[in-house]
């Protein structure tokens, strides 16, 4: 397996430019499942997950093209209707299908996802909606075995009791065809649904979102139409924790900096510099770091649980006791073991991470253990004198287009060793 081998100490100093969301790209492929026709999506990120989904997307029976950061779907019809446990297992985000299937063929089997490095990553949510709109579900041998009567599902007035991103997102997809006006509360309201809402729309939909009141007036059939995927604001937000860490300089393009404006205003707080260059364009600096007592991961405006090991980070030489408590998983902490072999001080008690300054990190053997959590050990090694080696970086690979690269450009001493 790959390895990433990174000199210390070292400071962000350069440029680079964000990529298309892998959150938005990977719903918004999965939705084309809905429509018929053809069509372009731009700006797709090059990464383990896009191409992941695309194979499945494939084995499903859909003809796809994914070169250059641009996916050509043609006329996607499902003719498989399982998928398989070897497919979901390894991308959970997959749970998605099952949504937009069910809501334009009449069954579908599709493996349960299982747990992850970061919970058990329940589906009741999504489950218990479908059966309300006319979906019989069996849970049997590990796969969750979908089927409906008639010719559409039924429209729902539905609250979440839980704000889920993957529940919204399934749920909307599989309103788009039912019979009347879906009504659904309590949503989840990131840029990435947003992304899909507008694209289902361009596609012939009728999507409304009122605060986190989404109403999906549903729709014979729907027409694929192109679109251009949002840039990743995760990617940009663990760049610019990269840069306060380091305390140095980064001019970041094709940045929508709404995206994260509550983060960036904390950051700003701690000591985070920001200046506009151009349209989505900005210069990120930062020469000294402002520790706060407590910061919370919210769902979406709040502050985002995908930021949380990365944000930690930046606290190993500056945290005065700063604390962070994460709401959104129960168990997003895998990455603190890792960030200990540096020689941090970091204490893990209820959810609530404390982390004290040290004077001093050192380089050390590392494993990634999941997408976000291996971002903060690149951000502990940028701050460590000596050698690091971190190991599984499949992980990265899945969510960072060109990472290693990137950091190049800023001036990280980083290579992969095969
Ligand atoms: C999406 O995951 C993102 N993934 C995650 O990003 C992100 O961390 C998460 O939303 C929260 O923002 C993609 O978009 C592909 P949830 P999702 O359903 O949809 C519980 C990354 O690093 N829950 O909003 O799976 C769940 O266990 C990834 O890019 C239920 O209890 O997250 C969690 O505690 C990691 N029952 C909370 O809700 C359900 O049926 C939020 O999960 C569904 C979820």
């Known amino acids: ?34 429509a018929k026709g053809s069509c372009v999506i731009g700006n797709v990120p ?24 641009v996916v050509a779907i043609h006329s996607s019809n499902i003719s498989k209707k399982i998928a398989d446990y070897d497919y979901v297992r390894q991308m959970r985000a997959s749970i998605v299908l099952l949504g937009p299937v069910i809501g334009r063929y009449s069954s579908f089997k599709i493996a349960l996802p299982g747990g992850c490095a970061i919970g058990t ?11 309300k709109m006319g979906v019989k579900i069996k849970i049997l041998n590990g796969y969750v075995v979908a089927s409906r009567s008639g010719k559409s599902l039924t429209a729902i007035n539905h609250r979440f009791p839980k704000i889920s991103v993957g529940a919204t997102q399934n749920i909307i997809m599989a309103a788009t065809l039912a019979s009347g006006t879906t009504v659904l509360k309590n949503c989840a309201i990131e840029p990435e649904v947003i992304d899909l809402i507008n694209f289902l729309n361009k596609c012939g939909s009728k999507i409304t979102v009122n605060k986190r009141v989404i109403k999906i007036a549903g729709k014979e059939n729907l027409e694929l139409s192109n679109h251009e995927i949002i840039p990743d604001r ?5 760049y610019i924790l990269a840069t306060m860490a380091t305390k140095g300089k980064l001019q970041i393009k094709n940045f929508l900096i709404e995206h994260l404006q509550e983060p960036i205003n904390l950051f700003k707080k701690m000591g ?9 364009e900005y210069l990120f600096s930062c ?29 190993l030489k500056n945290g005065k006791k700063s604390k962070i408590k994460e709401n959104i998983f129960e168990n997003r902490f895998i990455h603190i073991p890792e960030l200990r072999r540096f020689g941090a001080d970091i204490v893990l008690k209820n959810n609530i991470v404390t982390i004290d300054k040290v004077s001093e990190l050192n380089g050390a053997e590392v ?16 701050l460590s004198k000596g050698e690091t080696i971190i190991s599984r970086i499949y992980h990265l690979d899945r969510g960072y287009e060109d990472f290693d690269l990137k950091l190049k450009q800023c001036g990280v001493n980083i290579k992969r060793k095969k």
């Open 121 to 131: 990553r329940s589906i009741d949510l999504h489950l218990d909606a479908l059966k």
């Open 272 to 280: 985070l510099k920001v200046k506009k260059i151009n349209t989505n």
């Open 234 to 238: 995760i990617e940009a937000g663990s």
């Open 367 to 382: 494993m990634a253990t999941d997408l976000r959590g291996s971002f903060s050990l690149i951000i502990a090694a940028l």
């Open 1 to 34: 397996m790959q390895e990433l081998i990174i000199k210390g100490p070292s400071k962000i100093n350069g440029s680079i430019e964000i990529s298309g969301s892998k959150n938005a790209s990977l719903p918004i492929l999965i939705s084309t499942v809905l």
């Open 46 to 69: 090059n990464l383990r997950d896009t191409k992941f989904l695309i194979s499945i997307l494939k084995n499903l029976g859909c003809k796809i093209n994914f070169k250059n950061n």
């Open 287 to 315: 020469s000294r770091i402002k520790p706060i007592n407590l910061i919370e991961t919210k769902e979406y405006p709040g502050f985002p649980t995908d930021l949380q090991a990365q944000l930690i980070s930046i606290f």
